[in-house]
């Protein structure tokens, strides 16, 4: 099925129009709505915002949301689902002369930083949070290290193509590297994601140290999933 125009994107470059199809998670989606209801919150900034699934279902709930993305594919796929303001965002370096009652980043999208980024990540968030304001995120467990030791492989069909899914973590890099391969009809198009792993406790200190008072779930999705809360 291998055509001659192939291509290698960079991530979300194409899976962004199929994001929902391959990697929507309603259980999850269910337990972040559960933990935000659970405090009364009027503004939200969502960063890594992808879809846009997130910020339409708080939109929807009266909400005053405003999402965001890296990535200009995602912002382009988001308009199927959100009707709302959506800014193109570097998730760790952003100065938007506002203050929100809630930072929101889900689907492990911080695991798609640097290290070197997370003291950043952090500090533009509790710069941006209004007093007594939370930052709400989730990110792989540890023991996804152990779950894709020996690479995962799932292959299908998506609409109208073909597509191969790989995933595989690295012990020496602590990270999860997944590789999509889409068969369209004008070739083989092929996108590497990268996620790091990070030690909760590494991270909890990072977050004391930018000022968060922090709440810690360790199986909030069992195996696969821990939220962290910070508070102003």
């Known amino acids: 099925m291998e055509g001659s125009n192939n291509r290698n994107l960079k991530a979300y470059d194409y899976l962004a129009y199929y994001y929902d199809l391959l990697l929507g998670d309603e259980e999850a989606f269910n337990l972040w709505l559960k933990e935000i209801e659970s405090e009364k919150f009027n503004t939200v900034l969502e960063l890594a915002s992808g879809s846009g699934v997130m910020a339409q279902i708080l939109k929807e709930k009266g909400y005053d949301v405003l999402a965001s993305d890296i990535s200009e594919s995602m912002k382009d796929a988001s308009q199927a689902n959100y009707n709302g303001e959506y800014l193109l965002l570097n998730m760790s370096n952003y100065k938007l002369y506002k203050k929100f ?10 695991n798609y930083l640097e290290e070197d980024e997370l ?6 968030a509790y710069e941006h949070l209004n007093s007594n304001g939370r930052l709400i995120f989730d990110m792989h467990s540890l023991k996804r290290m152990e779950e894709f030791k020996n690479e995962y492989i799932e292959e299908g069909d998506l609409e109208d193509i073909q597509y191969q899914w790989t995933i595989m973590s690295d012990e020496y890099s602590n990270t999860i590297n997944e590789h999509f391969t889409f068969y369209t009809p004008n070739g ?6 990268t996620q790091h792993v990070f030690d909760p406790k590494m991270i909890i200190d990072k977050m004391e140290k930018a000022g968060f008072s922090v709440k810690y779930i360790e199986d909030f999705v ?3 999933k821990v939220l962290l809360v910070g508070r102003k």
């Open 101 to 110: 009652d809630l930072v929101l980043c889900i689907c492990d999208s911080l």
């Open 119 to 124: 003291d950043s990540f952090f500090k533009c």
């Open 188 to 193: 083989m198009i092929q996108e590497q994601h």
């Open 222 to 224: 069992t195996d696969e």
